[in-house]
């Protein structure tokens, strides 16, 4: 089965610090993979997406066919950023349609 | 708020009886899909529906069932409810189909007695 994989529950770093929110999939073919993010008291949303690889709020993600990976990664932490975080992989095969998420990862920025 | 709306916001209720909770996809959304979100399972996905046709099942009980109404409204049942049936249940809709880029609603939390 397509699966997507956050293997820390949580994570916590200092303001200003380097973040990387890790994430691994198995998919056959060419996998389509998301960050969603939840902030406090907000519903869950779209951060980013590999196809776009663009940069929001300083978070960029590559994904890595050799390591099956699409961390998330930001070079200086903010408190901000502190939220829950969801790796996401969109299967589409055989026609039928899924958003597959992560367990997610919980990051705790410390001011 | 033309964003994915939710009712009720909270739900609680006893074993054996029997929910409808309600969605409203962003205007212009055709697709709508429902998770479950439990503290051990993670956002588990249920069911989609695309201009009132089912389109996509995941790990959906027997015991549930869902439908899209002409409106483009959605609605999940949850009958013969067991404790473990208590979760925090999400709509997200989408313009098309095929994406991964959903719409969030607020969930609905379910408390089952």
């Known amino acids: 089965a397509q699966r997507v994989t956050q293997p820390e529950k949580l994570l916590s770093v200092f303001k200003g610090a380097p973040v990387e929110l890790k994430c691994n999939y198995s998919?056959?073919?060419?996998?389509?993979l998301f960050w969603y993010v939840q902030y406090s008291r907000q519903r869950l949303q779209l951060l980013l997406r590999?196809?776009s690889r663009e940069s929001i709020k300083g978070f960029t993600a590559d994904l890595n066919k050799g390591e099956t990976s699409f961390h998330l990664k930001k070079p200086f932490a903010q408190e901000e950023d502190s939220a829950m975080y969801y790796c996401?992989?969109?299967?589409?095969?055989?026609?039928?349609?899924?958003?597959?998420f992560g367990k997610g990862t919980k990051l705790s920025v410390i001011p | 708020d033309s964003g994915v709306t939710q009712t009720p916001k909270h739900l609680i209720t006893a074993t054996g009886q029997r929910v409808t909770l309600r969605c409203s996809p962003r205007s212009g959304d055709l697709s709508v899909y429902w998770y479950q979100q439990s503290l051990d399972q993670g956002l588990q996905f249920l069911i989609q529906y695309y201009n009132g046709e089912e389109r996509a099942k995941g790990n959906i009980l027997e015991r549930f069932s869902a439908q899209q109404f002409p409106d483009l409204h959605s609605e999940l049942n949850l009958s013969s409810l067991e404790l473990g049936d208590s979760a925090l249940y999400f709509c997200?809709?989408?313009?098309?189909?095929?994406?991964?880029?959903?719409?969030f609603g607020e969930g609905s939390r379910l408390t089952v007695l």
């Open positions: 997200a809709s989408s313009v098309s189909e095929n994406t991964g880029e959903l719409f």
């Open positions: 590999h196809i």
């Open positions: 998919y056959s073919g060419s996998p389509e």
């Open positions: 996401a992989g969109w299967d589409s095969g055989a026609g039928s349609y899924q958003l597959t």
